[in-house]
Each structure stands twice: as structure tokens, then as C-alpha cells.
């Protein structure tokens, strides 16, 4: 069955340190990858996805995630981190050519110390 | 922008009443979707729709229906809400190409 795993459930990090978000996804062949931020009282907000191509792929708010096969793999990363990146951090896949339907991670909350 | 209005920020219900969560986009996209988010175990796929009056299941949808008369409207129904019900719901609309999800801000849904 296809699945979406997320190890981290809670990272803390310094304001202007690196950051980097794991995902890591079962799936029969390469999915369509989408890393999503939900910000406080607010829905989701697509930050990048993957469908085909180069594997290193940039995003909004200065944020990238590179596809590895090999390792199944979407990992998120930010050189980086501004105190307003503090939200929660979904990491999803879908079915290439269907509708839209996605299964989600369970989610990463990146909190931001001063 | 695309908006995607939920009807409510916050609801408060009794065991046994049946519940309606609307949701509407102004885009004209096909794809409608409800979503439940708990915490520490993400979103999950209620129901979908790809058409007016369309519908499939997702993957959690027992104790739940769903409505989609109008293709800018798809409401989610609880036909008698129960504790375990209690959660934040979101809907997402889509274009057919699966480009992206455009989120509504979501309905805190308290079962009391």
C-alpha cells in the first residue's frame, strides 16, 4: 500500500541555521511528490513538487527538496531558517495522472528559536 | 487567488446531531476534496469528488456523506455526529491536471 512516513514529529533550530526535513515514501513506481506548509490557524500552502525531471527542485520561500529513487526519498531542505518558517510541514504523494488525491505524512512541526 | 471558503472556523456539536460542513471555490476546478487532520497522524482522505454529483470514497469514510449539487460547492455531511468525530476538517479543491491543492482554512469541529 502506498504511504508517506515523516520520522521527525517535532525539530527545533536556530534562527539562520540550515534545516532539512525528511519524508520518505512507499510507492509501486515514482509518484507525484508535493511538500505542503500549514502555518498556524491557516490551511495548506503547496511550497514545491516533483513530477518528473531534475530531482533537485526549488520552491517558495527559498525552500528546495531533491528526489532519490534509490532511497525513496523527498527529503526538504532550507539553507536558512527565518523565524516565520515556524509552521507544520506535510510531505504528500499522488498518483501520476490522477486527480489529485494525495496521502499525507504525519507531519513535521519546525519550531524556531530566536 | 484562488479562495476556498469553509463555512465555519469553529463548531460545536452534541452526540447524535447531524452535522453539515460547507465548503466553496471560486475557481470552477473539478476536484473537490475533505480531508481530517489529527494530530500525529496527518491528513486523511474522507471523500472526494471529480464531478457535479460525483463522489468516491477516500479512506476513512465511514460515518461520514457527502453532497455535491453545484460544482463550486461540496459539503460534508455527519449523519450522527459522535465523539471520535471531533477533529479539524479541511477541503481542498484541484484542477484535473493534479498540478496542486488549494486548502480552506479548515473547521475545528468539537463533539461534545
Known amino acids: 500500500a502506498q504511504s508517506v512516513t515523516q520520522p521527525d514529529i517535532h525539530i527545533t533550530v536556530s534562527e539562520g541555521a540550515s534545516l532539512e526535513l525528511r519524508c520518505n515514501y512507499s510507492?509501486?513506481?515514482?509518484?507525484?511528490l508535493f511538500w505542503y506548509v500549514q502555518s498556524p490557524g491557516q490551511g495548506l500552502q503547496l511550497l514545491l513538487k516533483?513530477?518528473?525531471?531534475?530531482?533537485l527542485v526549488q520552491g517558495i520561500k527559498g525552500f528546495e527538496a531533491e528526489f532519490k529513487r534509490s532511497q525513496s526519498s523527498f527529503n526538504l531542505r532550507k539553507p536558512s531558517v527565518h523565524w516565520s518558517d515556524a509552521a507544520e510541514y506535510f510531505c504528500a504523494v499522488g498518483e501520476p495522472g490522477n486527480t489529485g488525491k494525495l496521502i499525507f505524512g504525519q507531519g513535521t512541526t519546525l519550531q524556531v528559536k530566536p | 487567488d484562488v479562495k476556498v471558503t469553509q463555512s465555519s472556523r469553529y463548531l460545536v456539536k452534541r452526540t447524535g446531531e447531524k452535522v453539515f460542513l460547507e465548503c466553496v471555490q471560486d475557481?470552477?476546478?473539478?476536484?473537490m476534496f475533505w480531508y481530517r487532520q489529527d494530530p500525529g497522524l496527518g491528513l486523511r482522505l474522507i471523500y472526494f469528488?471529480?464531478?457535479?454529483?460525483?463522489?468516491e470514497k477516500g479512506d476513512i469514510p465511514e460515518g461520514y456523506s457527502v453532497s455535491r449539487e453545484k460544482k463550486e460547492r461540496f459539503s460534508l455531511i455527519l449523519e450522527s455526529a459522535s465523539t471520535n468525530q471531533t477533529s479539524m476538517y479541511l477541503c481542498?479543491?484541484?484542477?484535473?491536471?493534479?498540478?496542486?491543492?488549494?486548502f480552506g482554512s479548515g473547521t475545528q469541529l468539537s463533539v461534545l
Open positions: 516533483y513530477f518528473s525531471g531534475d530531482t
Open positions: 469528488s471529480y464531478d457535479v454529483k460525483m463522489k
Open positions: 475557481m470552477d476546478h473539478e476536484n
Open positions: 481542498a479543491t484541484g484542477p484535473t491536471n493534479n498540478e496542486k491543492l488549494f
Open positions: 510507492y509501486g513506481a515514482t509518484p507525484y
